[in-house]
């Protein structure tokens, strides 16, 4: 499963941007789809996540400021981000998890898959 994402960018304090991934390739269903950032000597860390039922879980730093939304027909997950702020300048990654396809189209072994990081900086 390969993940593409688009967006990110320059911003000021105070200013919005949006994040967005899809995912493509051949797959039996999507558990969660979601976003993680990694600071410069940081751990990574999940940004928000959205489950194949639409249940969502935010970091609590961004809650509030980040929502996410995925379309399941197109296989997206976005991420709109408003109020940011310096420290949410990072490298964010799209993640995407689930099932293949097992013997005929049964469920089959779990996938985890990452999108390439795209940047996200916030100046002051």
């Known amino acids: 499963v390969q993940l593409q994402a688009s967006g990110g960018g320059i911003v000021q304090a105070g200013g919005s941007l949006s994040l967005s991934c899809v995912a493509s390739?051949?797959?039996?269903?999507?558990?969660?789809m979601g976003w993680y950032r990694q600071a410069p000597g940081k751990e990574r860390e999940l940004v928000a996540r959205?489950?194949?039922?639409?249940?969502?879980e935010y970091a609590a730093s961004v809650k509030d400021r980040f929502t996410i939304s995925k379309d399941s027909a197109k296989n997206t997950v976005s991420l709109q981000m408003n109020s940011l702020k310096p420290e949410d300048t990072a490298a964010y990654y799209c993640?995407?998890?689930?099932?293949?396809?097992?013997?005929?189209?049964?469920?089959?072994?779990?996938?985890?898959?990452w999108g390439r990081g795209t940047q996200v900086t916030v100046s002051s």
């Open positions: 390739g051949t797959f039996h269903s999507i558990s969660y």
């Open positions: 993640s995407v998890n689930g099932l293949l396809h097992g013997k005929g189209w049964s469920p089959g072994r779990a996938f985890d898959s």
């Open positions: 959205i489950s194949r039922l639409g249940d969502t």
